[in-house]
């Protein structure tokens, strides 16, 4: 079973309207952490935010917001005012047990959402 | 940004030889990842690392090794290329379980 499912394949947003990019993940762990990223065309991956399962309040950095809601096992990503600058593909990836021996935990991806603002 | 290179950049080889790509660290992280990007999706996981000499499998591990003799260095090694394993590789190294991995630039590795 995926463990990180993104299906919205392709999105458009209007230059100054928000966007949300959907994003629904499986895990039994307690204890888990939400990841964004953000890869653009030159192929560099930049990370976005981030949200604890255990943080009560949805994270927020800057533009990026994420919409958390633990019971449906959603985590999606709101960009506010969006930019022509946001033109990328947007992964979310998950880590599990954050407070085992992590070592044997990686990220997870889902197979990611192109976003294309159009001016 | 982190100190995360990758190299070569880009790669064309021949079926049947063996390739090896180099992560190199100055962050003193200990956890230290190999992906691969295909379209559709999204990055995979082939080998981690949490420490030198201490590796383990993902979940697209066959043909693949690994090797961490040094904190610094997580060394890909694919045993006898195949055109399957075309890709583009990206390593990621990570502080600790609450914090986020930083990513190399990836490397384009042909396999004709």
């Known amino acids: 079973a995926q463990k990180i499912t993104q299906t919205q394949p392709g999105m458009f947003v209007q230059e100054k309207e928000a966007v949300t990019l959907d994003c629904t993940y499986d895990?039994?762990?307690?204890?888990?952490?939400l990841f964004w990223y953000k890869q653009p065309s030159s192929g560099e991956m930049i990370f976005l935010i981030y949200?604890?399962?255990?943080?009560?309040q949805n994270a927020t950095e800057g533009r990026y917001s994420l919409n958390f809601q633990k019971a449906r096992k959603s985590a999606n990503l709101v960009i506010s005012a969006s930019q022509l600058g946001d033109s990328a593909m947007y992964f979310c990836?998950?880590?599990?047990?954050?407070?085992?021996?992590?070592?044997?935990?990686?990220?997870?991806f889902g197979s990611g959402t192109r976003l294309q603002v159009q001016p | 940004d982190a100190g995360i290179t990758q190299s070569p950049r880009h790669k064309v080889t021949e079926t049947g030889t063996p390739v090896t790509l180099r992560c190199h660290q100055t962050?003193?992280?200990?956890?230290m990842y190999w992906y691969r990007q295909d379209p559709g999706h999204g990055l995979r996981l082939i080998h981690y690392?949490?420490?030198?000499?201490?590796?383990d499998k993902g979940e697209v591990s066959d043909g693949y090794s690994v090797s961490r003799s040094k904190t610094e260095d997580f060394l890909l090694t694919l045993e006898s290329a195949t055109s399957s394993q075309t890709s583009v590789y990206f390593c990621?190294?990570?502080?600790?379980?609450?914090?986020?991995?930083?990513f190399g630039q990836g490397t384009r590795l042909t396999v004709v």
């Open positions: 949200q604890g399962s255990y943080d009560e």
């Open positions: 990836a998950m880590r599990e047990a954050l407070f085992m021996d992590t070592g044997r935990r990686a990220l997870t």
């Open positions: 962050e003193n992280h200990r956890y």
């Open positions: 690392s949490y420490g030198v000499k201490d590796t």
């Open positions: 990621a190294i990570m502080q600790g379980a609450n914090t986020e991995a930083f």
């Open positions: 895990t039994s762990d307690q204890s888990y952490g």
